[in-house]
């Protein structure tokens, strides 16, 4: 079993900057792709960017050039820095992470940008 910790998430105003970690413990053998989804009010969840264990790193168009993945593998750590937040950023960001034959969720963590 994989538990997955999310942190960083909050109310941030229009053109603001969040952070998110999400830390990885328990049975973890090998964690192949590590990625943060997010599922907005009405809307399906999507991929909004994922990075491989060599670093090679797939980023939504929607929000390239704003948000930047980054990992610390030692850490089993995936980070997600988000800046020049849009209101259409406003959703609830979910870690997953992949190893072979195997995935897993964090429970989420809300992301909302309003003044």
């Known amino acids: 079993q994989v538990q997955l910790v999310e942190s960083g998430g909050g109310l941030v105003q229009p053109g603001g900057s969040l952070r998110l970690s999400c830390a990885a413990s328990?049975?973890?053998?090998?964690?192949?792709?590590m990625g943060w989804y997010r599922q907005a009010p009405g809307k399906e969840r999507e991929l909004v960017a994922s990075?491989?264990?060599?670093?090679?790193?797939n980023v939504a168009d929607s929000v390239k050039g704003r948000f930047a993945i980054s990992r610390h593998n030692d850490k089993n750590t995936v980070y997600l820095q988000m800046n020049s937040l849009k209101p259409e950023d406003t959703a609830v960001y979910y870690c997953?992470?992949?190893?072979?034959?195997?995935?897993?969720w964090g429970q989420g963590t809300q992301v909302s940008v309003s003044s």
């Open positions: 990075i491989t264990s060599g670093g090679n790193t």
């Open positions: 328990g049975s973890i053998f090998t964690i192949n792709t």
């Open positions: 997953r992470v992949f190893g072979t034959g195997y995935s897993y």
